[in-house]
C-alpha cells in the first residue's frame, strides 16, 4: 500500500513538471499544425485532405502514452515524424496534450 501511494505520488508529480515544459514543445512543434488547443488548423486538414481530431477528444485521449509517442515519433498517416525532439520533450508534450482534455 505504502508502494502504491509513493508510485501514484511520483506519478502526479512527473505530470505536473512535464506539462508545462510540454506546453512549450506543443507550441513549438505541433502547435502549427494542431492549433493551439489541438482542435486542428482547418488550413491544415484541407491542404492533407485529412479530417483532423481534436486532441482533446475522448477519442484521441483513450489512445495510450506509447500510442502518442508512436504518432510523434513515426508519424501517423498524413502526419510525418516530429524530429528533434528528446525522450523527455516527447514525455513533457504527452503530458500537456493530457491536459488539454
Ligand atoms: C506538419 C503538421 C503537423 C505537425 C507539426 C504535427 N502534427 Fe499531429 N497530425 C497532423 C495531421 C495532418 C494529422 C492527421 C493524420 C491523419 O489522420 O492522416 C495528425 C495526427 C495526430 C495525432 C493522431 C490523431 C488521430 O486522429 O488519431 C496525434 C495524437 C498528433 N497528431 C499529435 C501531434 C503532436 C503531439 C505533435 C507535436 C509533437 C504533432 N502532432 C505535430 C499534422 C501535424
Given at each position: 500500500m505504502k508502494a502504491i501511494t509513493i508510485v501514484f505520488i511520483a506519478g502526479c508529480g512527473l505530470l505536473s513538471a512535464g506539462a508545462p515544459e510540454g506546453k512549450a514543445v506543443f507550441a513549438a512543434k505541433c502547435q502549427p499544425c494542431h492549433g493551439p488547443n489541438g482542435e486542428g488548423k482547418a488550413a491544415i486538414a484541407k491542404m492533407y485532405n485529412v479530417e483532423m481530431?481534436?486532441?482533446?477528444?475522448k477519442e484521441i485521449q483513450s489512445k495510450s502514452d506509447a500510442d502518442f509517442k508512436k504518432t510523434i515519433t513515426a508519424g501517423q498517416g498524413k502526419m510525418k515524424p516530429v524530429s528533434g525532439l528528446t525522450d523527455k520533450q516527447i514525455e513533457d508534450v504527452i503530458a500537456y496534450v493530457r491536459t488539454l482534455k
Open positions: 481530431h481534436l486532441l482533446a477528444s
